[in-house]
Antibody, heavy 125, light 110 residues
Framework: QVQLQESGPGLVKPSQTLSLTCSVS??????????WSWIRQPAGKGLEWIGR???????SYKPSLKSRVTISLDTSKNQFSLRLSSVTAADTAVYYC?????????????????WGKGTTVTVSS | QSVLTQPPSASGTPGQRVTISCSGS????????VNWYQQLPGTAPKLLIY???QRPSGVPDRFSGSKSGTSASLAISGLQSEDEADYYC???????????FGTGTKVTVL
């Protein structure tokens, strides 16, 4: 059974780069056709999709974050990572990583079936 | 600001049926399938319904999903105390080329 675990600094200074890693266990990150995704949730607020990376390395990002986001794969470590540059207090949130399933011709489907437990990141000086 | 709109809250007594709506547009719900996630207090979201009306293994059949046009609904029948949670709809948006979540609905069991 695939499990995901986020890790990284819990505190980041404004204007710096937030870096998180998601470790995948119970399966190979490069085995199968999946998207590996990042989602965040500010305290008391809703979910926000940040972006995803396919096993081939192709990426999609939320348009409003695209200029600051990079998602990458490290197949040797069975991990994928998130980098978010020029952070502000508005980037303070719980960050989740998740596995995405996709497909369909007439009607595209994409959903996240396995989630990590989340890690809290606070942006503050 | 989310492109999928849900009522902020819904409630019912144990055993009742509760329905949550999710309103979108032709670029998201109208073109692609809808998923629902349940988030219990203090925990990560969990996939509840995928591809409009499919339940992952382990999800009780009290939960059901449907879609019509640019709207979708989640129904919880036989409401139980452990169903108290936040529920989010979500779908891929072709215009944004991204995944969008609904505003979320907090379900309270009275």
């Amino acid at each position: 059974q695939v499990q995901l675990q986020e890790s990284g600094p819990g505190l980041v200074k404004p204007s710096q780069t937030l870096s998180l890693t998601c470790s995948v266990s119970g399966g190979s990150i490069s085995g199968g056709s999946y998207y590996w995704s990042w989602i965040r949730q500010p305290a008391g607020k809703g979910l926000e999709w940040i972006g995803r990376i396919y096993t081939s390395g192709s990426t999609s990002y939320k348009p409003s974050l695209k200029s600051r986001v990079t998602i990458s794969l490290d197949t040797s470590k069975n991990q994928f990572s998130l980098r978010l540059s020029s952070v502000t207090a508005a980037d303070t949130a719980v960050y989740y990583c998740a596995r995405g399933m996709f497909g369909g011709s007439a009607e595209y489907y994409y959903y996240m079936d396995v989630w990590g437990k989340g890690t809290t990141v606070t942006v503050s000086s | 600001q989310s492109v999928l709109t849900q009522p902020p809250s819904a409630s019912g007594t144990p055993g009742q049926r509760v329905t949550i709506s999710c309103s979108g547009s032709s670029s998201n719900i109208g073109s692609n399938t809808v998923n629902w996630y349940q988030q219990l207090p203090g925990t990560a979201p969990k996939l509840l319904i995928y591809r409009n009306n499919q339940r992952p293994s382990g999800v009780p059949d009290r939960f059901s999903g449907s879609k019509s046009g640019t709207s979708a609904s989640l129904a919880i029948s036989g409401l139980q105390s452990e169903d108290e949670a936040d529920y989010y709809c979500a779908a891929w948006d072709d215009s944004l080329n991204g995944y969008v979540f609904g505003t979320g609905t907090k379900v309270t069991v009275l």
